[in-house]
């Protein structure tokens, strides 16, 4: 391979100067689509155990081929440990959901259990997600705690619910900071703080599309206003004939607000990635980078979902290894001072290494 | 020395938990595997083959072994790493990349997950409903109902208001048909509230728990026979186990798109769970129109007029001019099909029952 590493003095890394290095992806769609198909028929015929190992191969695959210096992200969870993890949450729900089911009383019991518990299994999935991950053998770390998740998602995510989306910047920048900051490498911390100038004026042409959707729905009851009308005023004026265009504008009406809405919220995730990663600094002098272009963020999103669903699924690995090339590709780092120095410096610190064990996958973060 | 090593592959060998690398070799000693520096040297690791952790072949990624000290050789080089393995006996890169590699032989597994996949939603799901139903245990529904009872009666409903004459007449038409169940007279109890914001109305609990609302009584007026009607549809849906069934299909299908989840993506995932609603709603169709079909036999079997819930029809179209139609959207079928397709059963059912008469 032409990524092998090259004949350098022993002792020492490659030397490498500092500066712009891309991250590439060196996955092929023929390649995973044999790990993809070989994963589905196994969780299939073990009825859905063997998807705990899928997700290993699956994970392994993306990881070790996102490539940056030459050398791979390594990704290192068990089988069984995300089996066992998944069981206790799954187990849990159930448990819950009986009760709720038995007493309806108790309807809200799983809602208000889950929103308790969410916090804090957001932050150990974060910390599970970072510690099985690795790169040029040194694993990463996440020191977040569950306060700190309830205010970036439970908290946000309620104020931009609340708010129609207008905070959303507010809780996106929060989350942000609670993944960005609470990052560990090799001891050496992440550290990002994503500005709400720039995060609003991403958010605004998001905004501009949502509207536009609204506004063909707005026109939809508008065309079907005298069918409406007459439907409220005379229960059973409606005949079975002027239903038809109704039924047909409500499932249009439908698909348009699902449409845009997607469209909206991937505009606006690009972006968010973009201005979150650019404020991201490693260890207080590297700075790391991200430049999707969100035309076409979107454009690969929504052609990987219609390519997925018209192939029955059969383009799904296609489909993910061309978001992840992209993604990837367009991201980088730029490192001050001698990369071969840096990476010939960091050591592991003990309380990331192994102790991963005593983490559950809980719910599922990638990085 | 050096005429025992066999060189496996090259690649970079780290210290135990750091990222400082050394540009190595990895050499077979006489069944010892070991980390020997490119520039020559002593080795930086060694241990007996059988010690050292080799990680699995997963498409063409970086792999690891892991030597009994913590420190780590990393190599692209997956095909030198596989002829060692297949050299000693330890299977080359696995049955499962086998099955990966992008050949011929993937089409079987292409058309063994789809012929599969197809045949756990076409008869596993539904097989898992039938034993969670079957293996229930009879105080799950009756806790169910219960507590559904309880809540509504605190918040939606107050006593009946129909005179005690008229609750009469309904509930010994009531016990003659529900005599005719398989549960028999006793797995049944009929209830009468006010309805409240929930109008005419009927229900039942999965218990055998009947609920009928003055509302709904008042509008049939005098046509008690046509309460029954709605009570035997109403007991049709207990007897065919509606609810569970719903519940548990609902949960089979929320359990299938997760399994798959990760491996299909959020895009399409968040259509499946849109489609899936759909396909509940066409079952919820299908509940309904069994428990007409359920009415019309039970009716007929205690002398009643078979088509009596028809009526109700008739009145829901002309009081509440409810004439949709079906669409893929509504929880039942359209009410003017019901009602026609409740006439035509009824019309086959005497045209079966009267030669039996002979």
Same mark, same amino acid.
Request: proline share 4%; aromatic share 10%.
């Given at each position: 391979? =032409?990524? !092998? ?6 002792? =020492? ?37 063997? =998807? +705990? ?33 998944? /069981? ?28 308790? +518990? ?25 020191? #977040? ?19 129609? #989306?207008?905070? =959303? ?50 026109? /939809? ?97 296609? +489909?993910?290894?061309?978001? !992840? ?10 490192? !001050?001072?001698?990369?071969?120095? /840096? ?25 | ?18 990222? &400082? ?29 059988? &010690? ?12 690891? *072994? ?6 780590? @050789? ?6 030198? *790493? ?19 590699? @992008? ?19 076409? @008869? ?21 109902? %219960? ?9 939606? @409903? ?18 003659? *048909? ?140 002309? %009081? ?19 009602? %026609? ?18």
């Amino acid at each position: 391979m =032409s990524l !092998a590493g090259t004949s350098q003095p022993s002792g =020492s890394v490659p030397g490498q100067a500092g500066g712009f290095h891309r991250v590439a992806f060196t996955g092929k769609a023929s390649e995973y689509f044999g790990i993809w198909i070989v994963n589905v028929l196994l969780t299939i015929i073990t009825l859905g155990i063997y =998807s +705990a190992w899928a997700k290993v191969r699956r994970n392994r695959y993306f990881f070790g081929n996102t490539v940056l210096l030459g050398r791979a992200f390594e990704y290192h969870a068990r089988g069984l440990q995300i089996l066992i993890g998944r /069981l206790i949450v799954l187990g849990g729900l159930i448990v819950l959901n009986v009760i709720a089911a038995l007493v309806p009383i108790l309807v809200l019991l799983p809602t208000i259990v889950i929103l308790v +518990a969410l916090p804090w299994l957001v932050a150990k999935g974060l910390r599970f997600s970072a510690r099985v991950t690795s790169y040029r053998n040194v694993r990463f770390d996440f020191v #977040g705690t569950a306060g700190g998740a309830f205010k970036a998602f439970i908290l946000g995510g309620l104020l931009a619910v609340i708010t129609l #989306g207008i905070l =959303s910047p507010l809780a996106s920048r929060w989350v942000g900071r609670y993944i960005g900051s609470n990052l560990r490498y090799g001891g050496k911390a992440f550290d990002t703080d994503p500005r709400l100038g720039p995060l609003y004026k991403s958010w605004l042409l998001s905004l501009l599309i949502a509207l536009v959707g609204l506004a063909i729905i707005a026109f /939809l009851v508008v065309a079907n206003l005298p069918t409406i009308l007459a439907a409220i005023e005379t229960p059973g004026a409606v005949t079975p004939e002027q239903q038809v265009p109704l039924i047909t504008s409500l499932v249009a009406g439908y698909v348009v607000l699902f449409v845009t809405f997607a469209v909206a919220g991937l505009f606006y995730r690009a972006g968010v990635r973009n201005i979150t990663w650019s404020a991201t600094t490693f260890d207080g002098q590297h700075r790391l980078m991200s430049d999707l272009s969100r035309r076409r963020y979107t454009w690969i999103a929504v052609t990987n979902v219609i390519v997925t669903l018209i192939t029955f699924g059969l383009m799904r690995p296609w +489909a993910a290894v061309r978001m !992840a090339r992209y993604t990837w590709e367009h991201t980088g780092v730029t490192f !001050a001072g001698d990369v071969g120095e /840096l990476f010939a410096r960091i050591e592991a610190q003990g309380s990331a290494i192994g102790a991963e064990f005593m983490d559950l996958e809980g719910f599922d973060f990638g990085f | 020395m050096a005429s025992e090593e066999r060189a496996i592959a090259g690649g970079d060998w780290h210290p135990a938990g750091s990222s &400082r690398s050394v540009a190595a070799r990895l050499v077979d000693r006489s069944g010892r595997l070991a980390a020997v520096p490119e520039a020559g040297g002593t080795p930086l690791a060694e241990a007996p083959a059988d &010690r050292a952790e080799i990680s699995a072949r997963v498409g063409s990624i970086p792999r690891r *072994i892991t030597f009994s000290d913590g420190s780590v @050789f990393e190599t692209w080089d997956n095909d030198g *790493i596989d002829r060692y393995l297949a050299a000693n006996g330890r299977g080359g890169a696995g049955l499962v990349h086998w099955l990966e590699q @992008f050949r011929l032989r993937l089409v079987v597994v292409v058309l063994a997950a789809f012929v599969l996949g197809g045949a756990i939603y076409r @008869f596993g799901v539904p097989l898992l409903v039938e034993v969670a139903v079957r293996v229930t245990p009879p105080v799950v529904p009756e806790l169910m109902a %219960k507590g559904t009872m309880e809540a509504l009666d605190a918040t939606t @409903f107050s006593p009946t208001r129909l005179p005690e004459a008229k609750r009469r007449e309904i509930a010994d038409g009531f016990a003659r *048909i529900a005599a005719l169940s398989p549960r028999g007279e006793a797995g049944y109890t009929l209830n009468f509230r006010d309805g409240g914001a929930i109008g005419p109305n009927a229900f039942a609990l999965p218990d055998g728990t009947l609920v009928v609302t003055d509302q709904l009584v008042t509008l049939a007026g005098d046509d008690t026979e046509m309460i029954v009607g709605v009570l035997a549809h109403e007991i049709g849906h207990v007897e065919l186990e509606h609810s569970l069934r719903q519940l548990y299909r609902a949960a089979g299908m929320a359990g299938l798109i997760m399994l798959i989840a990760g491996d299909v993506g959020s895009g399409v995932e968040d259509v499946l769970v849109q489609g899936g609603g759909l396909v509940a709603l066409s079952y919820s169709r299908a509940a309904e129109a069994a428990a007409d079909r359920r009415s019309v036999e039970l009716m007929a079997k205690a002398g009643f007029d078979p088509a009596a819930i028809a009526r109700f029809f008739t009145l829901l179209e002309e %009081k509440l001019g409810d004439r949709s139609g079906t669409s893929m959207l509504s929880t039942h079928p359209g009410t003017p099909e019901r009602r %026609k397709e409740i006439l035509d059963y009824a019309r086959i059912l005497s045209g079966q029952s009267a030669p039996d008469r002979q």
